[in-house]
């Protein structure tokens, strides 16, 4: 029998749910998480972590030596991050679940409002780090819509190639992470191996493997590479011969099949209900994609589909990830063939520096190279919100401008951080064994989460 009062005692502070009544806060107290004098023993239960709070009415039937409470994360793989699950057992059957966040607490959103508008990409492209360059396109994508100004044709194009190929590279990601949390080791080897390709594409293109800063409002940093074809070409060869081997060795695999079918259901009912989108809505049967229903870049001027599939379960949320790799290669081999020339960003000198070149040429260059990067430019005052179809789903950016150079208000809309509430419906009352591959089906990244 654990002795809570020596508990209450013994512990200083606990740093689990933060979002609990009762807490003696001072947000610039290292140690401000103390326990209060007098709290009742509901509240030493929830703090010592042998109580879940929500709003699960369970049998009462089932007495309380039949139910443990695990602690699942943050320091675990399978958690696809620093993400912390309280787990209700009843034997092995997972009874409740209950998501615990802000592990990470990056603070982007409030780090964003100190930065000018020029420097938000440097910041953005941190969260979601699996899909740096969507999170630079929607802010950009928002602070144009501020300015009320359209890019040229050839940095629209740019935009496109590049995003649908760091699409293709998180989805790589998925499915190899999620083979080898099911016990494929060797998915982990081939979809980092040919995620290598396109992150070399991506380092000769901005000059960084991750993190970019290469999606910048009014266009994009700089242009494509000499012989940039020559890669894509050999991206768009060789990643549909290796996902031909991934079908052989997964798709009619009964080991893979028995783990991932009927596995981890998540309804379309469910995924509308709790805000869901992306590629776990679509397994669903749903057809929503933000490229067909919204738009943005000219995306529209591409040919492709959007795999559905309706099954719902964890297998599908698998397959719908290889079919979507399918369909971005085909935008990307049509912006490869058909790519127009011209600038590759704005030419309104408000808002884009003058060339590097120039520097040594011009001082009223030099000025305004010194000015944009010290003060940046000006937004008129006003909102927005813009939205694109990330990896995972819908990611948006609302903006609120007071005329200055830096947003007064910086809100990301995180799919991950939506997708999250799925965790209690696809896990509860299913084996534990089924949790590590529900947790994997929905791709999370917690840095899209803590922002």
């Known amino acids: 029998m654990v002795d809570e009062k020596n508990i209450k005692e013994d512990l200083d502070f606990w740093a689990t749910n933060s979002e609990e009544s009762g807490w003696n806060i001072s947000s610039t107290d290292e140690g401000s998480q103390k326990m209060l004098e007098e709290e009742d023993e509901k509240q030493i239960k929830i703090q010592t972590g042998s109580d879940v709070v929500d709003d699960y009415v369970y049998n009462e039937e089932t007495t309380e030596d039949e139910r443990m409470i695990v602690n699942m994360g943050p320091q675990h793989p399978s958690t696809h991050g620093v993400l912390r699950l309280q787990v209700e057992l009843e034997g092995e059957v997972v009874r409740r679940v209950k998501p ?34 969507f999170n630079e396109l929607v802010f950009s994508l928002t602070t144009e819509k501020l300015l009320n100004i359209e890019v040229p044709e050839r940095a629209k194009a740019i935009r496109i190639l590049m995003t649908e190929l760091n699409r293709v590279s998180s989805h790589l990601v998925a499915l190899a992470t999620g083979g080898m949390d099911i016990g494929a080791l060797s998915m982990m080897i081939f979809g980092f191996r040919e995620r290598e390709l396109i992150l070399n594409f991506f380092e000769k293109t901005t000059g960084l493997r991750m993190n970019h800063n290469y999606i910048r409002p009014g266009g994009v940093a700089a242009d494509l590479p000499d012989n940039w074809q020559k890669d894509v070409k050999e991206i768009l060869k060789v990643i549909p011969e290796k996902l031909n081997d991934y079908d052989e060795m997964l798709l009619d695999n009964p080991i893979w099949q028995g783990r991932l079918k009927n596995v981890g259901i998540l309804t379309t009912e469910e995924c509308l209900a709790y805000g869901i989108t992306g590629p776990s809505l679509r397994a ?21 589909d959007v795999p559905l599939l ?19 290669l085909k935008i990307v081999e049509q912006v490869m063939n058909t790519i127009p020339k011209g600038p590759y960003r704005i030419q309104d000198k408000k808002v884009t520096p003058p060339p590097r070149k120039r520097l040594d040429e011009s001082m009223e260059a030099l000025i305004h190279h010194f000015k944009i990067y010290t003060e940046g430019f000006k937004v008129p005052p006003g909102e927005a919100y813009v939205a694109v179809e990330s ?10 401008s007071d005329g200055s150079s830096k947003p007064y208000r910086m ?14 419906v696809i896990m509860a009352d299913s084996p534990i064994a089924d949790a590590v591959a529900a947790i994997a089906s929905l791709d999370p990244v917690i840095g899209d989460v803590d922002r």
């Open 284 to 304: 669903s049967g749903f057809s929503w994609d933000l490229r067909k229903t919204q738009p943005y870049s000219g995306i529209e001027n591409y040919e492709f």
């Open 100 to 133: 615990v966040i802000g592990y990470l607490h990056t603070g982007m959103e409030k780090t964003g409002e100190e930065l000018a508008y020029f420097q938000g990409p440097t910041n953005t492209t941190r969260m979601d780090y699996l899909s740096p360059l």
């Open 391 to 400: 990896p995972r789903g819908e990611l948006g950016c609302y903006i609120v």
């Open 310 to 328: 309706t099954d719902s379960d964890v297998f599908s949320r698998w397959r719908i990830k290889v079919l979507e790799i399918i369909e971005s």
């Open 411 to 424: 809100h990301i809309r995180g799919p991950s951080f939506c997708n999250l509430q799925a965790l209690p």
